[in-house]
């Protein structure tokens, strides 16, 4: 039997946002994984496969505030301004997109104690979560509830009213197969269509729409490595081989958990296929 550790209504402040070269929003499912990986490494620090584990994570999204100017059909960065030089010159910075969110991550996790170790972990997590954490590099400013659940039903309950993110490489890979490349199969997907019929009276009707139905976005699921693992200089770990890698983009949708059949669709998983390191849902497997 599965068992879920519940972190309802996680509420962050200045997340990144830029999480890829080319699209802004959403903080990456990497993120996400991230922060249950650190909270394994905290919670079974020798590493120990019959201690406490986190095998995925399954995303759902209360509210989202990107902290952007738009003015028109164009939007701006909201960036900080560092003071100005001897010579009233504004410095050069690094662009940093920030946004608020209000995430509950459920967890795939096993091993779990027993006993009073058991009854005091949710108060362990929630502390740590609050006074050591971080997610997508913004700050933990409040966490509801840190539960443990094992009913299936109960735990696609528990994440409502929200919004999950699931995988939708299915329709990038369908527009491939058309002729189309990656990134013109990212962009068709998620454009707006706006068409105009004519009428009788010398007038038109606009329609606007998209060429899938549903809540698509562009998200972050990875990263693609660029050069073979070995030492680099200067690297922080010097005992580590380092690769430079790019991040892996493809399309999400968001959508209500009652949507789901089950609970299994919703969790994200480490995969590793080559130079592909990515963070995978079972269900966009099946569809591929």
């Known amino acids: 039997m599965s068992h879920y550790l519940l972190l309802k209504r996680l509420r962050v402040q200045n ?3 830029l999480s890829s070269a080319f699209t802004f929003g959403f903080p990456a499912v990497t993120a996400f994984m991230g922060l249950a990986h650190k909270l394994q490494r905290e919670l079974n620090p020798d590493h120990s496969a019959h201690e406490f584990q986190c095998s995925g994570v399954g995303i759902a999204s ?3 505030t990107m902290q952007d100017h738009q003015e028109g059909y164009n939007r701006s960065l909201k960036l900080t301004a560092n003071p100005l030089d001897k ?23 096993k091993n779990l104690p027993t006993g009073r170790d ?3 972990l949710p108060a362990r997590i929630k502390q740590l979560l609050l006074s050591r954490f971080k997610l997508a590099g913004g700050d933990i400013l409040d966490v509801k509830v840190v539960d443990f659940i094992e009913d299936e039903d109960k735990a696609l309950r528990s994440l409502m009213p929200s919004y999950v993110l699931m995988e939708r490489r299915d329709l990038m890979l369908e527009a491939m197969q058309s002729g189309q490349d990656a990134l013109d199969a990212l962009h068709g997907a998620l454009q707006l269509n706006h068409t ?3 009428l009788d009276d010398d007038k038109g009707q606009w329609q606007t729409s998209r060429t ?8 972050a699921t990875g ?8 030492l680099a200089e200067n690297q922080r ?7 430079f890698a790019e991040s892996v983009v493809t399309l999400g949708e968001f959508k209500m958990p009652i949507r789901c059949e089950s609970v299994n669709e919703i969790i994200w998983r480490y995969q590793q296929d080559g130079d592909l390191y990515l963070c995978t849902q079972q269900a966009a497997e099946l569809n591929v």
Not at 87 to 109: A, I, K, W, Y
Not at 237 to 243: A, E, G, L, Q
């Open 15 to 17: 997340a990144n946002a």
């Open 62 to 64: 209360h509210s989202f």
């Open 87 to 109: 010579d009233g010159n504004r410095p050069s910075f690094v662009e940093e997109g920030r946004c608020n969110l209000t995430v509950s991550l459920l967890l795939e996790v």
């Open 118 to 120: 058991y009854d005091e």
């Open 196 to 198: 105009c019929t004519e």
């Open 212 to 219: 899938h139905k549903g809540w698509i976005v562009p998200i």
């Open 223 to 230: 990263f693609h490595a660029l050069t073979p693992a070995a």
């Open 237 to 243: 770990d010097s005992s580590t081989p380092h690769r």
